[in-house]
């Protein structure tokens, strides 16, 4: 398998500009997870899915940010307006089972520079 | 509130056997994922522990003990390429999700 897919792996903004982040989970997979990493945070969850259904998105910081997922192969997070605290790691993540039962999966990561 | 420590860094030189803690309060705790990342890359599974206990894999063991709130990751025959962060993740909310520690920055030298 391929993989935990994600694009772009890097993205520059400028402050106001709408982002959108993609993921490919690893086929079979039915929990797809977005997490954000900074240095001052660590990796911080902000929205799982199952079944292509939002779960917990309380992790989401605000209205700004949106997720998405269509259909079992794919699914974007949004940040309209972006602002320079936006600047971060994002991760998606898949899993077989749920956050207690099966280990998750990484992609590469987006690093989100927003100026 | 979730409340997860471990050291910020570490250093140890190679060969050796280095533990690193991870202290826990947490409601809903159903278990401990360490993930080892490198720098610019992806978290990858190193362990999980949901009963106390010892679990060995190789160079690497983990332990959890629930009634105190704590593990460790234990590295042996330490190697350069273990120079890493390590992350420590409790199952929190009753297993609904996973929340991690900041990690621990371990340096290895000759």
């Known amino acids: 398998d391929a993989g935990v897919i994600q694009s772009p792996r890097h993205e520059v903004t400028e402050m106001g500009q709408e982002v959108t982040l993609r993921c490919k989970p690893i086929s079979g997979h039915d929990y797809l997870f977005w997490y954000r990493q900074t240095m001052m945070r660590g990796l911080e969850l902000l929205i799982y899915?199952?079944?292509?259904?939002?779960i917990d998105d309380s992790g989401m910081p605000e209205d700004r940010f949106s997720a998405k997922m269509p259909n079992a192969s794919f699914s974007t997070l949004k940040i309209q307006p972006s602002e320079p605290r936006d600047s971060a790691v994002y991760f998606c993540?898949?899993?077989?089972w749920g956050p207690g039962e099966d280990t998750q999966y990484f992609g590469p990561g987006t690093r989100l520079t927003v100026l | 509130g979730q409340n997860i420590d471990q050291p910020t860094e570490m250093t140890a030189t190679e060969g050796a056997i280095v533990q690193i803690n991870c202290t826990y309060q947490t409601s809903g705790f159903n278990g401990l994922f360490w993930y080892q990342q490198h720098a610019g890359e992806a978290p990858t599974f190193l362990s999980y522990n949901v009963l106390d206990g010892l679990e060995e894999k190789g160079r690497f063991s983990s332990f959890l003990s629930r009634s105190k709130g704590y593990s460790y990751l234990l590295l042996k025959e330490l190697q350069m390429k273990d120079s890493a962060s390590y992350l420590c993740?409790?199952?929190?909310?009753?297993?609904?999700?996973?929340?991690f520690g900041t990690g621990t920055q371990l340096k290895v030298e000759l």
């Open positions: 993740a409790c199952v929190t909310g009753g297993g609904n999700k996973l929340t």
């Open positions: 899915f199952n079944n292509n259904v939002p």
């Open positions: 993540a898949s899993s077989l």
